[in-house]
């Protein structure tokens, strides 16, 4: 959402609705047709509308659907209210247990394990997240607990890096130092098999090729917002080491909203989230918010709850 709000990648002006796309809440009230939810249930909500009906929603390639609406958070009315109403295929039942402030996590997760499914990920490997932040932190969560050999984390911040560590992380590579040579020593000079880039900054998405092994699979998660130049000898990489190279774009397969959200969903137990946030917000307090963001006095998800009577919050940070 920040990047939308605040930065180069803005929500247009003919979407003048409320933001928030990673969000949870309790039905509070549902339509005659409505069977898979009841009043009462703790639900989050799978953001992108599609069709389900045309050829890219039937053979797993939901998120390029071509009749889309639109997501909730973006063109159509959000989280960022008291109340929002979505489609019945897009609302995910919380597994009993699951707070609706975990619940607000389900979103990113799946984008974490689409990452993973795409990679065809298998464990037993030498795996690499590039980038640290909420996504990466996710990323590393959800690679553990599928059964990666061993996990190295790589990032600028010493405080994502202790995060990392504390995530899972057998290492942790700082990108300010000598990141080449401490990728070398830890792998043995074979580098990684399995290479997860979730920063989407040039210096990552040109890291992350170097750091992959022969053979080896790179998927970029992680969106780019400014040029990404390569020289010759950079790209080259890719085909001397005839690498794997998978993109990936939301979280979503077929039928929708596809198996990355029962997964992630059945993850979520196994998952810590409370240490991603930097803050929990009322409604009224975003402006501020958002102004301590551009001063970049934020590290880490901000969160934003509604009713002030909703499920008690664990200790954050």
Known sequence: ????????????????VPHGHEFAG???????????????????????TACGTCEDCLHDRVAQCPNSRGFYGVKLAGGWAEYCKVDEMNVVKLPDGITTFEGAFLEPLTVAVHGL???????????????????????????????????????????QLTLARELGA???????????????????GRLFDYVLETGGTPFTEKAAIELTSIHGTLTYIGTPFSDVLFTPQEFEQINRKELWIRG????????FPG????????????????????RLIAPEQIFET????????????????????????????
């Open 170 to 188: 057998e290492y942790t590579v700082s990108t300010v130092e000598d990141w080449r040579g401490s990728a070398n020593k830890i792998t043995d």
């Open 248 to 255: 990936t774009w939301q979280s979503y397969s077929t039928p």
């Open 117 to 159: 499914r795409m990679a065809e990920f298998e464990p037993g490997h030498k795996t690499a997240i590039v980038g640290c932040g909420t996504i990466g932190a996710l990323t590393l969560q959800a690679a553990k607990t599928m059964g990666a050999a061993t996990l190295t984390a790589f990032d600028i911040g010493k405080h």
């Open 290 to 317: 958002l102004e301590d963001v551009r001063q970049k006095k934020v590290h880490g998800k901000i969160m934003m709850k509604w009713c002030p009577e909703a499920d008690k919050m664990p200790p954050l940070g």
């Open 259 to 278: 198996m990355e959200w029962k997964i992630a969903a059945k993850l979520l137990r196994k998952i810590h989230v409370a240490c991603l946030v930097d």
């Open 26 to 48: 309790v039905v509070s009230e549902i339509g005659s047709g409505v069977s898979s939810v009841k009043v009462g249930d703790r639900v989050a909500v799978a953001p992108r």
């Open 1 to 16: 959402e920040i990047a939308r709000i605040i930065g180069d990648n803005p929500i247009p002006l003919d979407h003048p």
